[in-house]
């Protein structure tokens, strides 16, 4: 069955760095893109980064110059360095394909908690 599993996540102050990562199927997820979304309560996911197969990024505009996204093809994982934190960036991350997710594809995610 494909598979998505998020971890990484935590607490982190204001200015802090938080690293998550993104174990997808290899079968599944080989080759395609790949992108993270963020879930805040009461809000619609929003999809905040994404990478392609090749590796090209691109990143929603509130983020950029602050989050890398990245993967390695052979541990079939994505990754998301996060620095400069906000408390805006407080949420559950998910990974899923991007920039359209497959519906039933969605795992756990992994919360990221920054204080302010």
């Known amino acids: 069955q494909v598979q998505l599993v998020e971890s990484g996540g935590g607490y982190a102050p204001t200015g802090g760095s938080m690293n998550l990562s993104c174990t997808t199927s290899?079968?599944?997820?080989?080759?395609?893109?790949l992108g993270w979304y963020r879930q805040v309560p009461g809000y619609q996911r929003e999809l905040i980064a994404r990478?392609?197969?090749?590796?090209?990024?691109t990143f929603v505009d509130f983020v950029k110059g602050r989050f890398t996204i990245s993967r390695n093809n052979a541990k079939n994982t994505i990754y998301l360095q996060m620095s400069n934190l906000k408390p805006e960036d407080t949420g559950v991350y998910y990974c899923?394909?991007?920039?359209?997710?497959?519906?039933?594809?969605w795992g756990q995610g992994t919360q990221v908690t920054v204080s302010s």
């Open positions: 899923n394909s991007a920039p359209i997710p497959g519906p039933l594809y």
């Open positions: 290899s079968m599944i997820f080989i080759g395609s893109t």
């Open positions: 990478i392609t197969g090749s590796g090209t990024v």
